[in-house]
């Protein structure tokens, strides 16, 4: 069962107790907490057999978006995806920033920024996949993670990043054993990126905030980067 799901399970366990503790005191029937509690694990049981756990996203996410340190983590992780991957020559396509906003996109999961993975893909394909690209993108897949640290000394995002670099690594045919030292390498590559880009990427996650367009974002970080040529 997805962990959305069981949130919601959690959400609609709280509520019917809650609903039993102060009926008396409101006045409410003993048949009103009931039937809520059986509307909402109904719900739970459609989002898990059919919407493959978004209705459950959606909640949890909506109550997660109610704190500010929340959303700034959100956009923080995704605006170090998008400066890692724009200093990287890979190119962004989209982002977002919630369930929601990734809902109305068509896109499943809980959010991110979308990158064109073509060029790796057909590496794939004819079966060479250079080091150089393995590393951009495993730069580029742990550069969330990287933002939350340097801002917060932890993360508490990146799992379905962490799940993209196993994959990867899993179609290479690597040793496991190297994915956790790869993995630390691409953690702090991505810092010094992101420490050296600075000033663009305040300005990115602000951009970000006010739900910019992607080649607006893109402009930002490519004003950086020339005034840090001509430098």
């Not at 997805?2 to 366990?13: F, G, H, K, M, V």
């Not at 019917?16 to 909402?40: E, H, K, Q, R, W």
């Not at 995704?78 to 977002?96: K, N």
């Not at 590393?135 to 799992?159: K, T």
Request: aromatic letters at 8%; proline letters at 4%.
């Amino acid at each position: 069962m997805r962990d959305s799901t069981l949130n919601l399970i959690a959400i609609s366990i709280f509520s019917f107790t809650m609903l039993s503790l102060l009926g008396p005191m409101l006045s409410l029937s003993p048949a009103v907490p009931a039937v809520a509690a059986a509307g909402l694990l109904g719900l739970a049981t459609l989002d898990q057999l059919g919407l493959e756990g978004r209705m459950g996203n959606l909640v949890v996410d909506w109550f997660a978006w109610t704190s500010p340190e929340y959303r700034q983590r959100v956009l923080r992780h995704e605006a170090g995806h998008f400066l890692v991957a724009s200093l990287l020559d890979i190119p962004v396509v989209g982002y977002t920033l919630n369930t929601w906003e990734a809902w109305k996109q068509g896109l499943p999961g809980q959010g991110g920024v979308v990158f064109d993975t073509a060029a790796l893909e057909q590496t794939f394909a004819e079966g060479q996949i250079p080091v150089t690209m393995v590393d951009r993108y495993c730069r580029v897949w742990m550069a969330g993670i990287a933002a939350e640290q340097i801002a917060y000394g932890d993360a508490l995002g990146g799992v379905d990043d962490r799940q993209k670099f196993a994959q990867l690594w899993q179609q290479m045919d690597r040793p496991a054993a190297e994915a956790q030292l790869k993995q630390r390498w691409a953690v702090l590559q991505a810092k010094t990126l992101l420490q050296n880009n600075q000033t663009a990427f305040e300005q990115l996650v602000e951009a970000m905030d006010q739900r910019q367009p992607v080649a607006v974002c893109q402009q930002i970080v490519q004003q950086h980067r020339a005034g840090a040529a001509a430098a």
